[in-house]
């Protein structure tokens, strides 16, 4: 814990004796890192597209200036603009810089003779209104210590990286707009593809890795055709465009999203809007969604790319958490509280819910249907496709480890001792990066199955970036999805291989008007 804390204020730039890492001929001219207290090279800030700004802003990413000398590749890049986060998520993050000068990747290897490593890209969550590339919990250096090359990327949230516009329509040579923030994904990945055997990765094994909105990106990445062989694996958690619930608009629908936002801010013109500064465009309230079927980096639904077979096609690790933190329900006390929110929700399908998930607790029985509901649904639904219309396996897991909470802990959002297994909480488990939640206050009081549960999960996402095949210490070779016989791996003190906790029942918690609308793939009754 010590040295990996040191390593992170090193690396953010504290005043400690650093030792500068082998220079590394990129696109743009040669970088220099640091070497981190753990053995471990880092290059921090590494541009790998212009700076999206004036009238760059709305625009796709485009190459980088070449530069003369060493760039200092030593500290992090400020997080891409965004509100400021509220005191539950700077709760252990800490608080960052922000700028529209953003498009930036973070780089970690190990020391010693490097070739042709596993590369593992972090594309980080937020609801595409937040996230950073730099935030300790993401930090790199723990799994580029057991023998892979980790690259996190930054990209435009908001409405600086998802707005469509009439006018942005007209100028993009496409005939649509919008999508920005998936763009700088793929300019990474690409940037990735052309630069990483430099340090020591090999272009053709890359695993792409998200959470939350993260997830939902390496889905929409799947399935789009300006993302072709820039990966070879995916790795999802607790995120998916599958179920029409947060899948893409129709362009039309964004374009007058992008026109009411533009009356918002009294604005006559797009290059009026060009000229607003970003925190004014971050603090707008128009309704926005972010995702578009652009005709260009989306080309349609997930359920219809995969039916037609036009995915990228590659092997997946896929997953959610027990408890997910989304309560459509509101707070359920008793049995008839439960009955009457169901029926309300449901009323076609209610008395087969609840048969379908019985007990004794009414308040776990409601936080289950409405996990499955959300994330549940969603992440059955990119499994189901991927074995329908894919080649490639997809393998998934439900994570159901509460973390322990040191005594007296508080936040401002949430009860500790009643948060569960929460919508996040499996990604340090995943990421090694458990430390980083006691960095700048404890939180948890780590105990031994929960080391033992981040060797299995770590060694289970390095098996994968490595083979296609996750593998752990105690289970060995995960079981591949199936629809005709659902199986997943239970991540928790103990590690098991369950059946899909209520597979069966999940179509009755898909909307039927959304299912219309967008062709969807179900779970097979």
């Keep these: 814990m010590i040295r990996f804390a040191l390593s992170l204020l090193l690396a953010i730039g504290a005043p400690l004796a650093a030792v500068q890492a082998e220079p590394v001929k990129v696109e743009g001219g040669l970088i220099e890192g640091r070497s981190l207290a753990s053995g471990v090279d880092a290059w921090l800030g590494v541009p790998f597209a212009a700076p999206p700004l004036r009238e760059l802003r709305w625009q796709p990413p485009q190459p980088v200036t070449p530069w003369q000398g060493v760039f200092h590749a030593d500290r992090y890049a400020p997080e891409c603009l965004q509100p400021l986060r509220s005191p539950r998520q700077n709760h252990y993050f800490g608080n960052e ?14 020391k010693g003779e490097r070739n042709k490593l596993p590369v593992v890209v ?10 950073s590339a730099s935030m300790a919990n993401y930090s790199g250096e723990p799994l580029a210590e057991a023998g892979v090359i980790r690259v996190n990327v930054a990209y435009r949230v908001g409405p600086l990286g998802f707005l469509a516009h009439p006018e942005l329509s007209r100028e993009s040579g496409y005939n649509g707009s919008g999508n920005y923030g998936l763009m700088d994904q793929i300019a990474a990945l690409q ?17 792409i890795v998200g959470q939350s909105a993260g997830s939902m990106s390496v889905a929409l990445l799947q399935a789009s055709p300006l993302a072709k062989g820039l990966f070879q694996r995916v790795v999802g958690m607790s995120g998916s465009p599958f179920g029409g619930m947060l899948g ?56 219809e790319t995969f039916a037609a077979r036009r995915q990228n096609d590659v092997p997946l690790l896929i997953g959610f958490t027990r408890d997910e933190s989304f309560l459509p329900f509101g707070p359920i006390t008793t049995v008839s509280e439960l009955t009457d929110a169901v029926r309300a929700r449901y009323p076609r399908n209610a008395d087969r819910i609840l048969a379908a998930y019985p007990g004794s607790d009414p308040a776990r029985r409601a936080a289950d249907i409405a996990r499955d509901a959300t994330l549940g649904l969603q992440m059955a639904q990119w499994a189901n496709a991927q074995s329908t219309y894919g080649s490639a396996p997809a393998y998934a897991y439900l994570f159901t480890r509460r973390q322990p909470y040191a005594p007296g802990i508080t936040f401002s959002d949430h009860d500790p001792a009643t948060v569960g297994a929460y919508h996040s909480g499996d990604v340090p488990y995943w990421l090694r990066t458990r430390d980083s939640l006691n960095l700048f206050r404890q939180t948890r009081i ?29 289970l060995g070779r995960w079981p591949a999805f199936s629809p005709s016989h659902p199986r997943m791996v239970r991540l928790g003190l103990e590690t098991e291989i369950i059946d899909w906790p209520h597979y069966a029942a999940l179509p009755l918690l898909s909307d039927p008007a959304v299912q219309a609308r967008t062709g969807g793939s179900r779970p097979r009754d």
């Design 97 to 110: 810089a922000t700028s529209e000068d953003c498009l930036y990747l973070n780089i970690w290897a190990p």
């Design 248 to 303: 893409p608009v129709p362009l039309d629908n964004a374009e007058a999203q992008g026109l009411a936002l533009q009356k918002e801010l009294d604005a006559t013109s797009l290059a009026d809007m060009r000229a607003i500064p970003g925190d004014v465009l971050t603090a707008a309230k128009t309704p926005r969604s972010p995702i578009v079927l652009d005709g260009h980096v989306l080309t349609g639904t997930a359920e």
């Design 446 to 474: 780590w105990e031994p199955g929960d080391v033992n549960l981040e060797t299995e999960m770590s060694d289970a996402l390095l098996a994968f970036a490595r083979t296609g095949v996750p593998a752990s210490p105690a």
């Design 122 to 131: 972090w594309i980080y969550g937020g609801g595409f209104n937040i996230g």
């Design 191 to 207: 940037w990735v593809k052309r630069n990483i055997a430099g340090f020591g990765g090999d272009p053709d094994n890359v695993t």
